[in-house]
Structure formats: C-alpha cells, structure tokens
T-cell receptor, first 113, second 115 residues
Framework: GESVGLHLPTLSVQEGDNSIINCAYS??????FIWYKQESGKGPQFIID?????DKRQGQRVTVLLNKTVKHLSLQIAATQPGDSAVYFC????????????FGKGTMLLVSP | GAVVSQHPSWVICKSGTSVKIECRSL??????MFWYRQFPKQSLMLMAT?????????EQGVEKDKFLINHASLTLSTLTVTSAHPEDSSFYIC???????????FGPGTRLTVL
C-alpha cells in the first residue's frame, strides 16, 4: 500500500506486481517531462521521458502517462523486481532554453521478494 | 552513453573551512552544467546553472558568495562551498548537458558533512 512519511511518500509492493507512481506537476507551460530513479547515495538515473504532444510512451517494462488537463504524470512499472526499489522522481522542463528541470517530491518504491 | 563524474564522492570538513567539488563530463562537451542540493528524504533543489565561460545563474535563496561556481571549460565545473557550516551538510549533485540535447546527465553526487 501507499503511505506518506515525514517527507517522502512510500509505495510498498510485492515482487511481480505492477507499480504505479504518480506525480502532479506545477506548470501548465511545461513541455517535457522525465522520470528518474535514484538509489540510495547515488545520482538520479534517467528512466523515460515524454513530450507534451504525447499522452503515453512505453519503454522496457515502464510506461509513462501524461494527462495535461489535470497536470498529472504517472510511471507504471510492470512485473516489479526487488532491483526496482529506489526513490522515483518526476521532473518537468519549464525553461526550454537552458533545460532547467524542476523535480517533484519523489516516491520511495519498496519491493518485497 | 554520456558519463558525468564528481570528485570527491564524499568529504568531511570542519566548520569554517572551504570545500571544492568537481564535476566533469567525461565523453562529451557540456555547454551547460547544473548544481543541485538534496537533503535527506527530500527532492533535488536546483542551486545554480552555469554556462561555459560565463557567470553562473543562481536560484532564489542561494548565496552566490557562499557557493562559488566556476565553469572554466566544456568538461569541468567546480562548486566551492566557502566557510562551510553544519547546515551546509548535504548531498550535492551536478548534471551536464551538451548543445541542443535536451537530456541532462547526472553525476553520482558528493556527500558533504560539516562538523
């Protein structure tokens, strides 16, 4: 289930389940969105991106959905594995000139064997 | 793929001293580099954006005289935390992008602990 910690919401799933991580972004003018995975003590790792002219994009085991009407982004991970355990951040690009990214608050995904 | 390194990976220093963190793009020319700070269980907060050969642009609330950024070449940017204090203890992460490429490539981060 999902719980909200002091700062970081946590999603706990069983291995093999599908996981859905949600993100609300702030600026309706944002035109580019990225999901990152961050393992403890490491830098963010690119997972998948989507442009505002699309509403869905699929990668390997991951799918990103974009709903511009409600400014909502989601990351779906199929057949979640213990190695997927990490913090997941969405980021939006507001200033396309310098590609400045604004990161969401993050969700910790915990996958139990 | 594009690789960004940071050095050191961790550093412990005494209060009042200065610490320099390096960010390097290893296999591409980074026209723009970004510095972020991340406190435990929180998100990445952009501190500043630097373009090679020009002054960095700092985000609101970030003291430019305390966090000195130098982007002297297309493969190196440095962040110097001057007169560090315990509240500066954090995880500092850089990222780099080159040319017209949209994607930012992130470094592994530097853990700073100020005693």
């Amino acid at each position: 289930g999902e719980s909200v910690g002091l700062h970081l919401p946590t999603l706990s799933v069983q291995e093999g389940d599908n996981s859905i991580i949600n993100c609300a972004y702030s600026n309706s003018a944002s035109d580019y969105f990225i999901w990152y995975k961050q393992e403890s003590g490491k830098g963010p790792q690119f997972i998948i991106d989507i442009r505002s002219n699309m509403d869905k994009r699929q990668g390997q085991r991951v799918t990103v959905l974009l709903n511009k009407t409600v400014k909502h982004l989601s990351l779906q991970i199929a057949a979640t594995q213990p190695g997927d355990s990490a913090v997941y951040f969405c980021a939006e690009n507001i200033d396309s000139g310098y590609s400045t990214l604004t990161f969401g608050k993050g969700t910790m995904l915990l996958v139990s064997p | 793929g594009a690789v960004v390194s940071q050095h050191p990976s961790w550093v412990i220093c005494k209060s009042g001293t200065s610490v320099k963190i390096e960010c390097r793009s290893l296999d591409f020319q980074a026209t723009t580099m970004f510095w972020y700070r991340q406190f435990p269980k929180q998100s990445l907060m952009l501190m500043a954006t630097s373009n090679e050969g020009s002054k960095a642009t700092y985000e609101q609330g970030v003291e430019k005289d305390k966090f000195l950024i130098n982007h002297a070449s297309l493969t190196l940017s440095t962040l110097t935390v001057t007169s560090a204090h315990p509240e500066d203890s954090s995880f500092y992460i850089c990222s780099a992008k080159g040319g017209l490429v949209h994607e930012q490539f992130f470094g592994p981060g530097t853990r700073l602990t100020v005693l």
